[in-house]
Protein backbone atom coordinates (compact mmCIF):
# COMPACT_ATOMS: atom_id res chain seq x y z
CA UNK A 1 0.00 0.00 0.00
CA UNK A 2 1.18 3.36 -0.89
CA UNK A 3 2.28 5.31 2.05
CA UNK A 4 3.93 8.84 3.15
CA UNK A 5 4.97 9.05 7.09
CA UNK A 6 6.28 12.35 8.37
CA UNK A 7 8.57 11.87 11.29
CA UNK A 8 9.21 13.40 14.04
CA UNK A 9 5.45 14.73 15.04
CA UNK A 10 6.62 17.99 16.24
CA UNK A 11 9.72 19.78 16.84
CA UNK A 12 10.70 22.42 19.45
CA UNK A 13 14.09 24.84 18.03
CA UNK A 14 15.72 27.62 19.43
CA UNK A 15 16.13 30.67 17.03
CA UNK A 16 19.00 30.26 14.97
CA UNK A 17 18.90 25.93 15.94
CA UNK A 18 19.25 24.07 12.28
CA UNK A 19 17.50 20.97 12.19
CA UNK A 20 15.45 18.73 9.81
CA UNK A 21 12.05 16.99 8.83
CA UNK A 22 11.99 14.11 7.17
CA UNK A 23 9.42 12.64 5.12
CA UNK A 24 9.49 8.92 3.62
CA UNK A 25 7.54 7.23 1.23
CA UNK A 26 6.67 3.55 -0.24
CA UNK A 27 5.34 4.06 -3.46
CA UNK A 28 5.53 1.97 -6.75
CA UNK A 29 7.30 4.53 -8.22
CA UNK A 30 7.25 8.19 -7.90
CA UNK A 31 5.77 11.24 -9.84
CA UNK A 32 6.46 13.91 -7.77
CA UNK A 33 6.85 14.82 -3.75
CA UNK A 34 5.66 18.11 -2.82
CA UNK A 35 6.42 20.03 0.57
CA UNK A 36 3.73 22.37 1.93
CA UNK A 37 3.54 25.06 4.76
CA UNK A 38 0.70 25.31 6.89
CA UNK A 39 -0.21 27.89 9.29
CA UNK A 40 -2.51 26.91 12.01
CA UNK A 41 -6.25 27.79 10.53
CA UNK A 42 -5.30 28.32 6.81
CA UNK A 43 -4.46 26.54 4.02
CA UNK A 44 -1.37 24.65 2.86
CA UNK A 45 0.86 26.70 0.90
CA UNK A 46 3.02 25.35 -1.43
CA UNK A 47 6.96 25.28 -1.40
CA UNK A 48 8.45 22.73 -3.77
CA UNK A 49 8.13 20.14 -5.93
CA UNK A 50 10.93 17.43 -6.29
CA UNK A 51 10.79 14.99 -8.77
CA UNK A 52 13.66 12.59 -9.52
CA UNK A 53 16.02 11.25 -6.52
CA UNK A 54 19.31 13.27 -6.32
CA UNK A 55 17.28 16.77 -7.09
CA UNK A 56 17.32 19.71 -4.35
CA UNK A 57 15.54 22.85 -4.30
CA UNK A 58 16.00 25.89 -2.21
CA UNK A 59 14.10 28.83 -0.55
CA UNK A 60 15.39 30.82 1.80
CA UNK A 61 16.08 28.94 5.01
CA UNK A 62 14.53 25.77 3.56
CA UNK A 63 16.25 23.23 1.46
CA UNK A 64 14.67 20.35 -0.10
CA UNK A 65 16.51 16.99 -0.96
CA UNK A 66 14.91 13.60 -2.31
CA UNK A 67 16.45 10.09 -2.51
CA UNK A 68 14.54 6.88 -3.72
CA UNK A 69 13.20 6.74 -0.30
CA UNK A 70 12.72 9.44 0.99
CA UNK A 71 12.98 13.45 1.57
CA UNK A 72 14.50 16.03 3.74
CA UNK A 73 13.02 19.28 4.79
CA UNK A 74 16.73 21.32 6.04
CA UNK A 75 15.71 24.83 8.06
CA UNK A 76 18.93 26.52 8.88
CA UNK A 77 19.13 28.98 11.02
CA UNK A 78 15.45 29.26 11.76
CA UNK A 79 13.67 32.09 12.61
CA UNK A 80 10.51 32.17 15.13
CA UNK A 81 8.32 33.31 11.55
CA UNK A 82 9.13 29.52 10.46
CA UNK A 83 7.09 28.12 13.10
CA UNK A 84 4.53 25.95 11.33
CA UNK A 85 3.44 22.72 10.12
CA UNK A 86 5.14 21.14 7.07
CA UNK A 87 2.98 18.74 5.17
CA UNK A 88 4.75 15.99 2.11
CA UNK A 89 2.33 14.73 -0.50
CA UNK A 90 3.58 12.25 -3.15
CA UNK A 91 1.47 11.49 -6.59
CA UNK A 92 2.65 8.09 -7.68
CA UNK A 93 3.36 6.63 -11.05
CA UNK A 94 0.86 4.41 -12.41
CA UNK A 95 -1.39 6.15 -10.11
CA UNK A 96 -4.40 6.38 -12.52
CA UNK A 97 -6.77 8.21 -9.31
CA UNK A 98 -4.94 11.45 -9.77
CA UNK A 99 -4.29 11.62 -6.65
CA UNK A 100 -1.74 12.91 -3.82
CA UNK A 101 -1.03 10.81 -0.66
CA UNK A 102 -0.84 13.33 2.09
CA UNK A 103 1.34 12.46 5.33
CA UNK A 104 0.47 13.53 8.82
CA UNK A 105 2.51 16.70 9.25
CA UNK A 106 5.66 17.74 11.28
CA UNK A 107 4.70 21.02 13.53
CA UNK A 108 7.69 23.07 13.75
CA UNK A 109 8.32 25.65 16.62
CA UNK A 110 10.82 28.20 16.53
CA UNK A 111 11.39 29.69 20.45
CA UNK A 112 12.92 32.89 20.36
CA UNK B 1 -4.42 38.34 -7.24
CA UNK B 2 -4.06 34.64 -7.88
CA UNK B 3 -6.24 32.78 -5.43
CA UNK B 4 -8.86 30.24 -4.74
CA UNK B 5 -11.65 31.64 -2.43
CA UNK B 6 -14.09 29.80 -0.31
CA UNK B 7 -17.41 30.73 1.05
CA UNK B 8 -18.27 30.81 4.22
CA UNK B 9 -15.45 30.41 6.69
CA UNK B 10 -17.10 29.47 9.32
CA UNK B 11 -20.47 27.44 9.48
CA UNK B 12 -22.49 25.98 12.55
CA UNK B 13 -25.51 24.47 11.16
CA UNK B 14 -27.77 21.63 12.19
CA UNK B 15 -28.26 17.55 11.82
CA UNK B 16 -29.59 17.21 8.26
CA UNK B 17 -29.96 20.56 6.99
CA UNK B 18 -28.69 20.69 3.40
CA UNK B 19 -25.73 22.97 2.87
CA UNK B 20 -23.08 24.12 0.22
CA UNK B 21 -19.78 25.20 0.48
CA UNK B 22 -18.70 27.49 -2.44
CA UNK B 23 -15.09 27.04 -4.01
CA UNK B 24 -13.94 29.32 -6.77
CA UNK B 25 -10.33 30.07 -8.73
CA UNK B 26 -9.22 32.84 -10.78
CA UNK B 27 -6.27 30.85 -12.22
CA UNK B 28 -7.69 28.79 -15.09
CA UNK B 29 -6.87 25.12 -13.51
CA UNK B 30 -8.45 22.41 -14.71
CA UNK B 31 -7.74 20.18 -11.63
CA UNK B 32 -10.14 20.95 -8.40
CA UNK B 33 -10.34 18.79 -5.46
CA UNK B 34 -11.99 18.81 -1.47
CA UNK B 35 -10.37 17.53 1.43
CA UNK B 36 -11.08 17.49 5.43
CA UNK B 37 -8.41 18.19 7.71
CA UNK B 38 -9.27 16.69 11.30
CA UNK B 39 -6.39 16.39 13.81
CA UNK B 40 -4.01 13.11 13.98
CA UNK B 41 -5.94 12.18 10.79
CA UNK B 42 -4.10 14.89 8.05
CA UNK B 43 -5.62 16.00 5.04
CA UNK B 44 -8.09 13.75 3.41
CA UNK B 45 -9.11 14.16 -0.46
CA UNK B 46 -13.32 13.80 -0.46
CA UNK B 47 -13.59 14.44 -4.11
CA UNK B 48 -11.62 15.11 -7.35
CA UNK B 49 -12.52 16.92 -10.56
CA UNK B 50 -10.14 16.96 -13.83
CA UNK B 51 -12.29 19.36 -15.77
CA UNK B 52 -15.67 20.55 -16.30
CA UNK B 53 -17.98 17.88 -16.02
CA UNK B 54 -15.01 15.57 -14.97
CA UNK B 55 -15.58 14.36 -11.18
CA UNK B 56 -14.50 11.46 -9.20
CA UNK B 57 -14.42 10.15 -5.68
CA UNK B 58 -11.40 10.55 -3.11
CA UNK B 59 -10.84 8.81 -0.48
CA UNK B 60 -14.01 9.79 1.79
CA UNK B 61 -16.72 10.43 -0.48
CA UNK B 62 -19.36 9.18 1.59
CA UNK B 63 -21.90 11.73 2.54
CA UNK B 64 -20.84 14.54 -0.16
CA UNK B 65 -21.44 15.43 -3.47
CA UNK B 66 -19.84 18.24 -5.78
CA UNK B 67 -20.66 19.54 -9.36
CA UNK B 68 -18.36 21.01 -11.92
CA UNK B 69 -20.50 22.76 -14.34
CA UNK B 70 -17.73 25.74 -15.22
CA UNK B 71 -13.70 25.28 -14.69
CA UNK B 72 -13.72 28.61 -12.28
CA UNK B 73 -16.58 26.71 -9.79
CA UNK B 74 -16.46 23.31 -7.82
CA UNK B 75 -19.41 23.44 -5.03
CA UNK B 76 -18.95 20.73 -2.25
CA UNK B 77 -22.53 19.81 -1.09
CA UNK B 78 -23.56 17.70 2.26
CA UNK B 79 -27.42 16.98 1.58
CA UNK B 80 -27.86 15.86 5.18
CA UNK B 81 -24.89 16.75 7.61
CA UNK B 82 -23.95 14.71 10.12
CA UNK B 83 -22.00 15.60 13.49
CA UNK B 84 -18.87 13.42 11.62
CA UNK B 85 -19.09 15.86 9.03
CA UNK B 86 -17.82 18.26 11.56
CA UNK B 87 -14.23 19.10 10.24
CA UNK B 88 -11.71 21.66 8.32
CA UNK B 89 -12.59 21.94 4.66
CA UNK B 90 -10.42 23.19 1.95
CA UNK B 91 -10.60 23.66 -1.22
CA UNK B 92 -7.77 24.03 -3.61
CA UNK B 93 -6.61 23.61 -7.71
CA UNK B 94 -3.95 23.21 -9.69
CA UNK B 95 -2.84 23.75 -13.48
CA UNK B 96 -3.29 19.65 -14.32
CA UNK B 97 -3.58 16.17 -11.76
CA UNK B 98 -0.80 16.77 -9.60
CA UNK B 99 2.54 15.81 -10.87
CA UNK B 100 1.19 15.45 -14.11
CA UNK B 101 3.85 18.01 -15.92
CA UNK B 102 6.14 21.24 -14.23
CA UNK B 103 3.10 23.69 -12.61
CA UNK B 104 0.95 21.19 -10.88
CA UNK B 105 1.40 22.26 -7.38
CA UNK B 106 -1.99 22.88 -5.62
CA UNK B 107 -3.43 26.59 -4.29
CA UNK B 108 -5.37 25.81 -1.40
CA UNK B 109 -8.25 28.12 0.00
CA UNK B 110 -8.52 29.90 3.12
CA UNK B 111 -10.79 27.03 4.92
CA UNK B 112 -14.33 26.21 5.92
CA UNK B 113 -14.68 25.48 9.77
CA UNK B 114 -17.96 23.81 9.82
CA UNK B 115 -19.23 22.60 13.05
CA UNK B 116 -22.75 20.27 12.76
CA UNK B 117 -24.74 19.63 15.66
Known amino acids: EDQVTQSPEALRLQEGESSSLNCSYT??????LFWYRQDPGKGPEFLFT?????EEKEKERLKATLTKKESFLHITAPKPEDSATYLC?????????????WGAGTKLIIKP | EAQVTQNPRYLITVTGKKLTVTCSQN?????MSWYRQDPGLGLRQIYY???????DKGDVPEGYKVSRKEKRNFPLILESPSPNQTSLYFC????????????????FGQGTRLTVV
Open chain 2, 92 to 107: ASSLRAPGWGANTEAF
Open chain 2, 27 to 31: MNHEY
Open chain 2, 49 to 55: SMNVEVT
Open chain 1, 27 to 32: VSGLRG
Open chain 1, 50 to 54: LYSAG
Open chain 1, 89 to 101: AVQALGDSNYQLI
